[in-house]
């Protein structure tokens, strides 16, 4: 019996640190948020975090970025989510817009209204609004989406990130030294 409540101790205070180190992805979606573009904010909140097979999901609305919180595990889940020892973990994007939005796939980016869709001539969330960044002439046709100007003289291209922001963000130190500080609260090692 004894064994029986000491493993139950184990099992919590393991769910209690694994809980304590996912901050830190949830500091990393946080950051993604932030770097990321963000015009209607559809992007922003449509970011999802994966824990073994758990898995939360942002307000995929439009609007400013949300908060997205990391699964919350338990003894039992932690269990179910072991591979060979290990927890996996994922943070994705799950917007229809994403290869664009990550400056992946070409495309030809207007303001306005697109058919019978209304864009808006600019960003619908407060940091979009912050860090729009207009060029004196239009886009060059199909282009990816950091990449403005080259085009129509008189015309007004823009963006609210830079180019290639994903790959700069995820090569970057910052990125690992959220991560790291907190899997070291969480005593993980």
Do not use: C, H
């Not at 994966?50 to 338990?74: C, L």
């Not at 008189?154 to 990125?175: F, H, Q, V, Y």
């Amino acid at each position: 019996m004894a064994e029986s409540n000491f493993n139950k101790r184990i099992n919590r205070y393991t769910a209690n640190k694994l809980n304590g180190a996912l901050v830190g992805v949830e500091d990393v979606v946080k950051l993604l948020q932030f770097r990321g573009p963000s015009w209607t904010g559809l992007y922003s909140n449509s970011w999802q975090i994966r824990v073994g097979n758990e898995k939360t999901t942002g307000t995929r609305r439009q609007g400013n970025a949300q908060p997205v919180k990391s699964p919350k595990m338990t003894p039992k889940k932690i269990k179910q989510a072991q591979k060979r020892g290990f927890i996996e973990w994922e943070i994705s994007n799950l917007a229809r817009s994403a290869p664009y939005a990550e400056d992946k796939k070409l495309g030809r980016f207007r303001r306005g209204f697109v058919g019978r869709k209304e864009i808006g001539n600019k960003p619908r969330t407060n940091l979009g609004q912050d860090r729009l960044t207009p060029s004196g002439s239009g886009r060059k046709g199909l282009t990816r989406r950091g990449d403005i100007g080259g085009g129509t003289p008189g015309e007004i291209s823009s963006r609210t990130a830079e180019l290639d922001w994903l790959p700069k963000t995820l090569k970057g130190g910052e990125l690992k030294g959220k991560l790291r500080l907190q899997f070291k609260k969480g005593k993980f090692k």
